[in-house]
């Protein structure tokens, strides 16, 4: 069956520390998308790609950082900058950015900070 | 300023009864109109959208909602709650190829 897989289900960052997330898809989708979930916030988005080595800046990208050099894997690193990583991270895809409708999450990645 | 706003954070319902949930948005153009559901832990699965046509659209699981104009409203409804339907609820709005999601509805469900 195709799905996006993210893994691990749950991560631990320490002070200082690069973590990274991993997202793929086999739905062969072209978008991809990364979204911050806090509790009474809703989503928000860190960082899109809508093709293979290009991905563009969301509304909360300080701190993050991502790569698309595979059309099915789109991996986000919380990196040291940012101060408080801890939330619920969906990744996200879509055959298209146009095709909203058709946006399909994967089940998301809790990061924690030791 | 453009937002998706869903007044209600928390709804507690009584299984067998009528559940609404509420969804504002504030957007020039009309956008397209998402609702989504999460189990915790878990990713968001689409239950019904609107884009144009009959304003009263349905979807899975015996959901429905009706978009009003001049509201500016796209409310969820359910005629009967089960108690799989513990949950959180989030409504969507598509525009210029961008997802904006209000901060979510968490649905209890009591005995």
């Known amino acids: 069956d195709g799905g996006i897989t993210q893994s691990p289900k749950y991560l631990f960052r320490k002070e200082g520390q690069n973590v990274t997330l991993s997202c793929e898809q086999n739905?062969?989708?072209?978008?991809m998308y990364w979204y911050r979930q806090d509790p009474g916030q809703g989503l928000r988005l860190i960082y899109y790609?809508?093709?293979?080595?290009?991905?563009q800046k969301g509304d909360i990208a300080e701190g993050y950082s991502v790569s698309r050099e595979k059309k099915e894997s789109f991996p986000l690193t919380v990196t040291s900058a940012q101060k408080n990583p801890t939330a619920f991270y969906l990744c996200?895809?879509?055959?298209?950015?146009?095709?909203?409708?058709?946006?399909?999450f994967g089940s998301g990645t809790q990061l924690s900070v030791l | 300023a453009q937002s998706v706003t869903q007044p209600d954070i928390h709804i507690t319902v009584s299984e067998g009864a009528s559940l609404e949930l509420r969804c504002n948005y504030s957007?020039?153009?009309?956008?397209?109109l998402f609702w989504y559901v999460q189990s915790p832990g878990q990713g968001l699965q689409l239950l019904l959208k609107?884009?144009?046509?009959?304003?009263l659209v349905q979807g899975i699981k015996g959901f429905e909602a009706e978009f009003k104009r001049s509201q500016s409203s796209f409310n969820l409804r359910k005629p009967s709650v089960h108690w799989s339907d513990a949950a959180e609820y989030f409504c969507?709005?598509?525009?210029?190829?961008?997802?904006?999601f209000g901060a979510g509805t968490r649905l209890t469900v009591k005995p």
């Open positions: 790609s809508q093709i293979v080595n290009d991905f």
């Open positions: 969507a709005v598509g525009v210029n190829n961008d997802m904006r």
């Open positions: 957007y020039g153009a009309t956008p397209y």
């Open positions: 996200a895809s879509s055959p298209t950015q146009v095709e909203l409708e058709k946006l399909f």
């Open positions: 739905l062969n989708h072209d978008a």
């Open positions: 609107y884009f144009s046509g009959d304003t």
